[in-house]
């Protein structure tokens, strides 16, 4: 063979090999690298154990995850039953707890209890029949406990754990979300524009990475197809990093988000660019900027306030986005899960994989006003000056009611004053309620009191529901002035009863905030009616009503139309089956129309500013 023959031989190999790696090597040049390679590495192992002997709360908080470690040991198995729901979903999550606590617990204390309740833990879950495809999320959040524990115990656990574990992610996980990434329309889990997307696509970003070596063609297809398909849930949190779908499931979103940027990041990087969409960055800002100044939710949708929101997301995201606001903030809200022994959110372990300890280098500046925009729910924040007793907190929100998980709530705010949230929103009701999810206009949704705009602080115009398909929005806002305001626009949503309608709210002074109706009607003689729901005691004096609670009192007094008075009356449910309501108090003004217009001006304040109670 002369040199020509030999160089073109040795080409011909170097071709081959070449075309060999290309089609092996997985999508985005993903190479899987060493377990643990999911959420939290060796190399991160080290300096958690490092800041847990420097740093006081980190000290605590392994103590308090090694204490519910020890608790779990002994936990009998779940079995596989379905709730009244038809799904399991309240069982996978169960295991997400149990299993990356035991899991943590074992790679801190190398206790050999650990390592067995998670083995014989994984091999419970494996021998279930499947892992509830039916409902995806409960695949989705069991894939995230299998995953990470299997990825997390890698070296520890049996290779018969191994095998089965990797062979049972393939079955109930890996196969299945290949076949809907292909057949899936638009509105399946995996490609959808709610929470499910991201949840789902999470948890088999997850489950693939973490048997990567195992699957690599497989792998490459989903971390490409998740990327690919989770921004038609994530384009609605622009541009200030809203999610429409409320409280309850911007934690759950944006919990699973955090794990989908963590791995990915650490796994050859966010080549989809998610972290990037619009509005993501400030997510976990926007969250901390519209909470009362005593801790509050404005539990809007399908939420409560019992909601467990001590999601290590707000670590995740105060680290990626530079924000030591966020990071101080939430370890305030670790102290108090601590000290009270409050309920753990499903991923609350990870808090310590994802402690940051940054704090701000000054204090946090709090606008009068702020506007959250996003294409379903506008949110508007008025701040009094914190440093000023009384000083007063609204937030108040637009909305479009046949979307996810929304109610007829376009309107309607909460307010707070000396800690003391002085309207309510009642929150979610039974998701098992006959027609609950029949979002329609005239959809049974609607007939359930929580559920329509006659529970919350907002209008009706002759005692019916806002139109479901109508949308609300921020029209107007001011910050340059000393009274600064924010004007909805919430004429689609009245659009039946009236041509236009719209609801102001302005910052009077630090102790004052007045809303503002006007309403242009179709039918001269109907009557408009603003309604309020309360926990506080409630005392009439004509226009002016005193509400008590915990010592403190607050104002509400009607300025316009002249003559108008407050009445109240109890909430209620309207049909069986509904959750009870308890200790809530309705206020009302009727407003019958005066030559087809009707105005209502209510000044809102913690000083009693008519004299009406001297």
Sequence with gaps: MNKIQSFIFKIGKVCTLFLILWITIPAFGYVPSAHPRLLFSKVEEKEVKKLIKKDPLARELASFLKEKADSMVVLPQLTYDLNKYGNILYTSRAYVTRLGTLSLAYRLYGEQKYLDAVNNTLLWICDYKDWDPAHFLDTAEMTTAVAIAYDWLF?????????????????????????????????????????????CNTGMTLGTLAVAEDYPKETATILENAARYMPNCLKHFAPDGVCYEGPAYWGYTNSYLSLYLKAVSDNGGDQGGIGELPGVSRTALFYKRTLTPSGQRFNFGNASTEEVMNTPAFF??????????????????????????????????????????????????????????????????????????????LVAKGGLPNQAHQQMDCGTFIIESNSVCWTEDLGADDYALPGFW?????????????????????????????????????????????????????????KVQAHKALRKFTLVNDHTIEVEDEVALRNTSSTVFWTAATKADVTINGSVAQLQKDGKVFYFRILSPEGATFHTYPAYNTYPGEKPIKGITMLEIACPAQGGKAKITVEMSSKNNSNSFN
């Design 316 to 393: 995740f995201f105060s680290r990626k986005y530079q924000q030591p606001e966020v990071a101080e903030w939430f370890r305030k809200e670790i102290e108090k899960t601590i000290k009270q022994n409050q309920p753990i959110h499903q991923l609350f372990f990870l808090s310590l994989p994802w402690f940051n300890p940054a704090s701000p280098t000054q204090n946090e500046n709090i606008p009068s006003l702020e506007v959250y925009h996003n294409s379903i729910n506008d949110l508007v924040v008025l701040n009094g000056n914190r440093k000023e007793k009384g000083s007063v907190f």
């Design 155 to 199: 070296d520890a656990l049996p290779e018969s754990t191994r095998q089965k574990v990797k062979e049972s992610i393939y079955k109930n996980a890996i196969s299945i979300v290949l076949h809907e990434y292909e057949k899936g329309g638009p509105g399946s889990w995996a490609k959808r524009e709610t929470n499910w997307n991201v949840v």
């Design 438 to 494: 029949d979002g329609k206009p005239g959809g049974d949704r609607w007939k359930y009191f929580r559920n329509n705009n006659f529970s919350h602080n907002t209008l009706n115009i002759d005692r019916q529901p806002q139109y479901a398909n109508g949308k609300a929005f921020v029209c107007e806002e001011n910050t340059h002035t000393a009274q600064p305001y924010a004007r909805l626009d919430l004429s689609e949503v009245y």
